[in-house]
């Protein structure tokens, strides 16, 4: 076993971290009595149920060949304990016997290295973090993400001998960094792996979403477990959550999207960081969370952080923060105050997202808006964790326009993200959504009866929507309706289960049904080419950027998609261009296909209108008119010849008494 060097022992002694390895009993070092002692390994304690079927889930797994294995846990389920405990129950093969953890922040490779020390005390355990570099040749070695591709101190690990690749908080698996880590292990590519040796490879996160639009597939060829937050909070082991949104009126119509598809910070930061807007903000918590001993506190900056500090303050609330640049000495004295109860109010800005454990937590103030599903699950996340005397957690939510994308907490049990809650738990928000669904039944149902037209079922199985012209076909909005209720964005229902998000620069998305023995939705992305690139069709190869058999996640697939690579504002349902009078050249396009005598003005309707319309035509709404009057038609033509033969055999009986004759 190598021991660590002095140096490394001074880091965690300065540190006030344990070290994370124990000398051999034999070893002659000045410095080994001094170490404290560890308690016992915690791998003689009984994993939780769900624990130990996540494990025996991953190694099902790696039986069957499969290498690249997603686990999906809620935060608080105690996903560094499932993984420290995965390490031995892996078998090495032939001189493959190391493992290395990865993760992307000091405070999450500090908790892993911790985890793994006490899991381990006869292991090598060895750090690669900053200015300390690890040998390479340790039994477990726990690596920050930067530190490992920094020079070439990635070259020192050497993929024959390792067993296992362990990423944590891997959502984040799909950035470069991770790909290159991957590539140098022979685990990049499904190929690769399957012609050579390759260590196992098992990310871990509590925001794994398949559907989030971006390809983690590349990467992570199974989710094998999931355990949602909301199954953890029926079983127990998580607290509830008690819900309430207050509306804070910042205008985010100006705010620009960032590289991670979420608000641009300083721009954020403008809107939200009002005197007006922190006012409302420490207000409502104390007239709805004042009694609550612990609350933490989400703001967008380092300047939000000071003036929503100073504005607590200034009610007269012992408030203190926590940011990026806080020393670790003065951190862990605030945190450790926080967790004491000597303060009730901590303030922060992307620190306690993720890797932070603080079980006392009973209320978390979001006073950031947010794109990200995942941020805003992280967030809530941190108060979660089961505590003594502590009923559940309350999560308030500083919800503003939501016309620009904005998730907030009803989103997260399918809401809409501009509802009102105050004080609702998970099963009251649960009930909620059933009410809005069985209502959604009720107007479409009302929809459907006020239509002038009839539904008729026609031969091939298919539904058709009887319509005096192709142009009330082509101006219909009711199938829009549907899939806007999910969605902020203004997806065009073009028939056939299908529709379609286009944007100014000619790409566009498609949601359309699978195959009929795969079943479920794909989310297809059609890139334009350039016009110099001489091809049959406009459009490279589509790309299959989502699939889910859930229709629901697919459209939340699509969006999170749609928000990184279009500019919002062109796919906005909500955008005031929308509500402008429609150009005069999109309104000479649609009188292309209307008779003269019923040609529009540009008063007749709006830009979004219009551009609505215009989709349909392009995705062949004329089309599946014209083809469906003509089955109609066939239908017809059938019905009159099946009429025409009933008459003249009827013209052909006599009607009256029989006679004799009849029978001759």
Request: glycine share 6%; proline share 3%.
């Amino acid at each position: 076993m190598l021991p660590f060097s002095h140096h490394a022992l001074r880091i965690f002694r300065r540190t006030g971290i344990a070290p994370l390895c124990t000398f051999p009993r034999n070893a002659s070092t000045a410095v080994a009595p001094a170490l404290p002692a560890l308690p016992a390994s915690p791998l003689q304690i009984t994993l939780r149920e769900y624990q130990e079927e996540c494990i025996q889930s991953v190694l099902s797994y790696l039986d069957k060949g499969h290498k690249r294995l997603g686990v999906s846990l809620a935060t608080g389920s105690g996903k560094t304990v499932i993984f420290t405990h995965l390490i031995d129950r892996i078998a090495a093969a032939q001189h493959a016997s190391q493992t290395l953890i990865l993760a992307h922040r000091r405070e999450l490779v500090e908790q892993a290295a911790r985890h793994c020390t006490l899991a381990y005390p006869h292991k090598h355990v060895d750090i690669e973090l900053g200015k300390h570099h690890a040998s390479g040749a340790a039994d477990i070695t726990v690596a920050s993400i930067q530190s490992i591709m920094s020079g070439d101190r990635l070259q020192k690990y050497d993929p024959a001998r390792y067993k296992l690749v362990l990423v944590d908080e891997a959502h984040h698996i799909v950035s470069q960094q991770y790909l290159d880590v991957l590539t140098h292990f022979g685990l990049r590519h499904a190929a690769d792996w399957a012609k050579a040796a390759a260590p196992a490879l098992v990310g871990v996160s509590a925001t794994f979403s398949r559907f989030d639009g971006r390809k983690l597939g590349s990467v992570i060829d199974h989710i094998v477990y999931h355990r949602d937050y909301v199954d953890m909070i029926e079983e127990n082991w998580l607290t509830d959550v008690v819900f309430t949104t207050v509306e804070m009126r910042a205008d985010l119509n100006k705010v620009g999207t960032g590289a991670n598809g979420d608000f641009q910070t300083g721009a954020l930061s403008r809107a939200v960081n009002t005197d007006q807007t922190n006012d409302l903000l420490v207000k409502a918590w104390m007239t709805k969370a004042k009694e609550r001993k612990s609350t933490l506190v989400f703001c967008v900056d380092l300047s939000h952080v000071t003036n929503l500090t100073a504005k607590f303050r200034h009610y007269g609330i012992e408030a203190h923060f926590v940011t990026g640049d806080t020393p670790t000495k003065t951190r862990s004295a605030r945190i450790d105050a926080f967790k004491r109860g000597d303060f009730a109010v901590l303030i922060n800005c992307g620190v306690f997202t993720e890797g932070t454990d603080i079980p006392n937590i009973d209320c978390v103030l979001l006073a950031r808006p947010t794109k990200s599903r995942n941020l805003l699950v992280q967030m809530i996340g941190r108060g979660m964790r089961l505590h003594s005397g502590k009923q559940n957690c309350h999560v308030i939510d500083m919800v503003s326009a939501l016309s620009t994308g904005v998730v907030s907490t009803p989103t997260l049990f399918g809401l809409d993200p501009a509802e009102i809650v105050e004080q609702a738990d998970t099963k009251a928000m649960a009930e909620l959504k059933e009410r809005k669904e069985r209502e959604q039944v009720r107007e479409a149902e009302a929809a459907d009866l006020a239509k002038k037209s009839t539904a008729k079922k026609l031969p091939g199985s298919i539904t058709f929507t009887d319509y005096d012209s192709v142009h009330d076909l082509i101006a219909d909005t009711s199938s829009d309706q549907f899939i806007r209720r999910l969605s902020e964005l203004a997806w065009v229902a073009v028939g056939d289960d299908k529709f379609v998000l286009t944007t100014n620069s000619g790409n566009y998305l498609i949601i359309e049904p699978c195959d009929r023995d795969e079943g479920g939705y794909k989310v297809k992305y059609y890139r334009k080419l350039p016009s110099s690139v001489k091809a049959k069709s406009p459009y490279a190869t589509p790309r299959v950027v989502a699939e889910s058999d859930s229709f629901e996640h697919v459209v939340h697939a699509a969006d999170t998609f749609a928000v990184e690579v279009f500019e919002f504002m062109w796919i906005s349902k909500n955008q005031y261009w929308r509500r402008s009078q429609a150009s005069q050249a999109q309104v000479d396009f649609l009188n292309k296909f209307r008779p003269e005598e019923d040609h529009l003005k540009p008063q007749d309707l709006t830009k979004g209108k219009a551009g609505d319309m215009i989709t349909r035509i392009k995705h062949g709404a004329k089309g599946r008119y014209q083809k469906a009057h003509a089955r109609q038609r066939t239908q017809d033509r059938q019905a009159e010849r099946a009429e025409t033969v009933r008459q003249k055999l009827q013209s052909q009986v006599r009607i009256g008494p029989l006679s004799a004759e009849t029978f001759a």
